[in-house]
């Protein structure tokens, strides 16, 4: 993202305003590849300096594990080699394996804190070399390392305020997609609008389903399939031993989300964490 040329993404919002003759339009954009990409914290705030962020997150293994469906379904997925001869809890072992020797190779660069540093560092804005490497080590493990959400996340507070980032949660997403809705309108500033009911209740790029013209009622979506040896019937056996060494793995970083968010600097996370990440 930061070595591409910036006159095609800013004449996209221009374009935006020309066709429907609007100066007074807010221009989103949005991807799941932003959040750990090292450099556009500083990179989108320079190109609009009142930028405002929203972030969604979801429990940090359920995201791993979707991801892992996803590219063993997907024909042509960026990570399906890494993925299709499998099964979730043996591809984990490997990447932990390999995610925690990047890490503590990095561990030795960390080096004190700069003096002045904020409640928030990130890259160019108080990480030593060893937590810019960490980065780079979680940032390059789509499927895994971008669940470590407090690095990622410290690194946009390093850049944006606070009142500027505003942190979701796909759980109530699900729960109360119209109150999730409304929550982002205020954050934003704009009017409310009446959204269709039934269009509010629909899940997109679920299982199966994996196009944006592609949605289903959130009910149908099912559990995660035995022949991706993700989950047989719930938690079972290998997957289990997989889930407890993946809770172990983001537990820390789990635990600087909830001191934020008890310090009221990010939205209170679900409840549900608090128990799995303790
Ligand atoms: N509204 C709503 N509420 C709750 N959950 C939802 C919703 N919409 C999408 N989803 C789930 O999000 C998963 C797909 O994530 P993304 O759309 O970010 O995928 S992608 O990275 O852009 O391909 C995918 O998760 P899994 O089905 O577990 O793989 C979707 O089911």
Same mark, same amino acid.
Request: proline share 7%; hydrophobic share 40%.
């Given at each position: 993202?930061?070595?591409? *040329?910036? %006159?095609?993404?800013?004449? %996209?919002?221009?374009?935006?305003?020309?066709?429907?003759?609007?100066?007074? =339009?807010?221009?989103?954009?949005?991807?799941?590849?932003?959040?750990?990409?090292?450099?556009?914290?500083? @990179?989108?705030?320079? @190109?609009?300096?009142?930028?405002?962020? =929203?972030?969604?997150?979801?429990?940090?293994?359920?995201?791993?594990?979707?991801?892992?469906?996803?590219?063993? #379904?997907? $024909?042509?997925?960026?990570?399906?080699?890494?993925?299709?001869?499998?099964?979730?809890?043996?591809?984990?072992?490997?990447?932990?394996?390999?995610?925690?020797?990047?890490?503590?190779?990095? %561990?030795?660069? #960390?080096?004190?804190?700069? !003096?002045?540093?904020?409640?928030?560092?990130?890259?160019?804005?108080?990480?030593?070399? &060893?937590?810019?490497?960490?980065?780079?080590?979680?940032?390059?493990?789509?499927?895994? &390392?971008?669940?470590?959400?407090?690095?990622?996340? &410290?690194?946009?507070?390093? *850049?944006?305020?606070?009142?500027?980032?505003?942190?979701?949660?796909?759980?109530?997403?699900?729960?109360?997609?119209? !109150?999730? @809705? /409304?929550?982002?309108?205020?954050? @934003?500033?704009?009017?409310? *609008?009446?959204?269709?009911?039934?269009?509010? &209740?629909?899940?997109?790029?679920?299982?199966?389903?994996?196009?944006? /013209?592609?949605?289903? $009622?959130?009910?149908? +979506?099912?559990?995660?399939?035995?022949?991706?040896?993700?989950?047989?019937?719930?938690?079972?056996?290998?997957?289990?031993?997989? *889930?407890?060494?993946? +809770?172990?793995?983001?537990?820390?970083?789990?635990?600087?989300?909830?001191?934020?968010?008890?310090?009221?600097?990010?939205?209170?996370?679900?409840?549900?964490? /608090?128990?799995?990440?303790?």
């Amino acid at each position: 993202m930061c070595d591409k *040329h910036l %006159e095609p993404y800013q004449r %996209e919002a221009a374009t935006w305003r020309l066709r429907l003759n609007r100066t007074d =339009i807010l221009i989103g954009d949005w991807s799941a590849s932003y959040f750990s990409c090292i450099c556009c914290p500083p @990179l989108l705030k320079t @190109l609009n300096p009142d930028i405002k962020i =929203i972030v969604m997150l979801r429990d940090p293994v359920d995201r791993a594990l979707s991801r892992f469906v996803e590219q063993k #379904r997907v $024909p042509n997925g960026p990570f399906r080699k890494q993925v299709e001869n499998s099964t979730f809890a043996e591809w984990a072992a490997t990447e932990l394996v390999s995610l925690r020797d990047c890490i503590s190779r990095a %561990e030795r660069f #960390r080096g004190p804190a700069p !003096a002045g540093a904020g409640p928030f560092t990130g890259w160019g804005a108080g990480w030593t070399l &060893g937590e810019w490497m960490e980065a780079q080590c979680l940032a390059r493990s789509n499927l895994l &390392g971008w669940s470590a959400y407090s690095v990622f996340l &410290g690194n946009w507070l390093a *850049h944006i305020p606070p009142e500027r980032l505003l942190v979701l949660y796909t759980v109530d997403l699900s729960a109360d997609p119209l !109150a999730v @809705l /409304r929550r982002v309108e205020a954050f @934003l500033g704009v009017r409310q *609008h009446t959204y269709d009911p039934q269009r509010l &209740g629909l899940v997109f790029n679920a299982r199966d389903c994996y196009n944006w /013209r592609c949605s289903k $009622p959130q009910k149908e +979506v099912g559990p995660v399939d035995k022949a991706d040896g993700a989950a047989a019937g719930g938690h079972e056996g290998p997957f289990k031993q997989a *889930h407890a060494e993946l +809770v172990r793995f983001f537990r820390p970083y789990m635990q600087r989300l909830f001191s934020w968010a008890d310090e009221g600097k990010i939205a209170q996370v679900p409840p549900a964490w /608090r128990t799995t990440y303790a």
